[in-house]
Each structure stands twice: as C-alpha cells, then as structure tokens.
T-cell receptor, first 107, second 117 residues
Framework: DAKTTQPPSMDCAEGRAANLPCNHSTISGNEYVYWYRQIHSQGPQYIIHGLKNNETNEMASLIITEDRKSSTLILPHATLRDTAVYYCIASYGKFYFGSGTKLNVKP | GEEVAQTPKHLVRGEGQKAKLYCAPIKGHSYVFWYQQVLKNEFKFLISFQNENVFDETGMPKERFSAKCLPNSPCSLEIQATKLEDSAVYFC???????????????FGPGTRLTVL
C-alpha cells in the first residue's frame, strides 16, 4: 500500500473552507484514495473516497491531481464539530493509516 | 445490524492474563478487519477475514494473538498472556467488498480499550 504524507496539524476558522492536503506519490494504479476522520478516540469515520476523478458528497469534496500523486480534502464550511484527526489512506484492501492531520476549527 | 458492534468497551487485564475481544460486523458484509491503535494517532493493521476465512494476517503477532470469524457468531480477537505493550484500542471494521469494486470502504466499530496492568 502507498505511504501517505500529511501535515501534522492545521487551523481553520469556523465557517471557512478547510483544505487538507495529502501526498501519495507512490500510489499504484489500482489503489483508491480514502479519507477518514477520528473524533477523540471514536472509531474512524468514513468521509469520501476516489480513484481518479474528483468526488463530492454531503460531507466533503475530494480533489485528486491528474498524476494521482496527491489529493486535497475540502470541507466547504468547517464547523467546530469538524475538529478531528483526518487520515488520508491510499489502499487496495487493508488500510495503512499515517499520522493524519489534526484539524483545529476555531470560532 | 447497521453498525459494527464491539464488546466490551473497556477491558482491564493483569500482565499474563488472557484477553478476548468481540466484533459483530454489519450484516451482509463479507470482510472483517482488525486494527490496533497504540498511540493516539498510529493504527496498525492486524488481520482480515473474508467470511470465516483468514484473508490477510500479515500484521498479526504470531505468538500470542489469534483471531476467528465463525459462522453465526461474532468475530473474536484473542491475546494470550497479555503484555504491557498490548495496551491499546482495538478497532474492528467491516466492508461489503474488497477486490475489483469501488465500494470497498470500511466501516469501523467504536473500539475496545484494552489496558494491561
């Protein structure tokens, strides 16, 4: 599975868009990009995933570069409840979690 | 059920004692995964099952850890002779598909916190 690299922490003002980057330069052709988040010590929560194309759902948007070596998770209007550790995973099967990005949403 | 269920929520064991954790995957999901979260952010893959068959056990410590998924029973993860370093939160996840499908997200349970004293 491809290794991912994320910044350890980011701040975002409430109501603004949060853009979380992820580098997965060694991703292989059949590996999907998944984003999960963990709030406190709860079980990881699925956010979104994609292979090549950009994806959008009710929670977020996922932008994958054309070469698939990096991606960005966009939370369009961050709220205080979005404060969590966000994990980017490049996988075809079992998940290898990196250290994630701690997103702090501030009032 | 519609959620992955894990029991117990907390488990405390003395060093050397046995610990057994349970996971009920979402009904209809064929794949079950076990992960260990030792430090706040670091997850380690342990083992996965396709129905009752071991699919991938590359992350399992061979000596003291074992796992099963039997028909009509919750899956289990057992640690014989626990050690202090086994203290962690153990997460179970289930997935409907694995290979060749875009719909292979994993749904995680709430975890079991194991404390070894």
């Amino acid at each position: 599975d491809a290794k991912t690299t994320q910044p350890p922490s980011m701040d975002c003002a409430e109501g603004r868009a949060a853009n979380l980057p992820c580098n997965h330069s060694t991703i292989s052709g059949n590996e999907y990009v998944y984003w999960y988040r963990q709030i406190h010590s709860q079980g990881p929560q699925y956010i979104i995933h994609g292979l090549k194309n950009n994806e959008t759902n009710e929670m977020a948007s996922l932008i994958i570069t054309e070469d698939r070596k990096s991606s960005t998770l966009i939370l369009p209007h961050a709220t205080l409840r979005d404060t969590a550790v966000y994990y980017c995973i490049a996988s075809y099967g079992k998940f290898y979690f990196g250290s994630g990005t701690k997103l702090n949403v501030k009032p | 059920g519609e959620e992955v269920a894990q029991t117990p929520k907390h488990l405390v064991r003395g060093e050397g004692q046995k610990a057994k954790l349970y996971c009920a995957p979402i009904k209809g999901h064929s794949y079950v995964f076990w992960y260990q979260q030792v430090l706040k952010n670091e997850f380690k893959f342990l083992i996965s099952f396709q129905n009752e068959n071991v699919f991938d056990e590359t992350g399992m410590p061979k000596e003291r850890f074992s796992a099963k998924c039997l028909p009509n029973s919750p899956c289990s993860l057992e640690i014989q002779a626990t050690k202090l370093e086994d203290s962690a939160v153990y997460f179970c996840a289930s997935s409907p598909y694995l290979v060749g499908s875009s719909y292979n997200e994993q749904f995680f349970g709430p975890g079991t916190r194991l404390t070894v004293l």
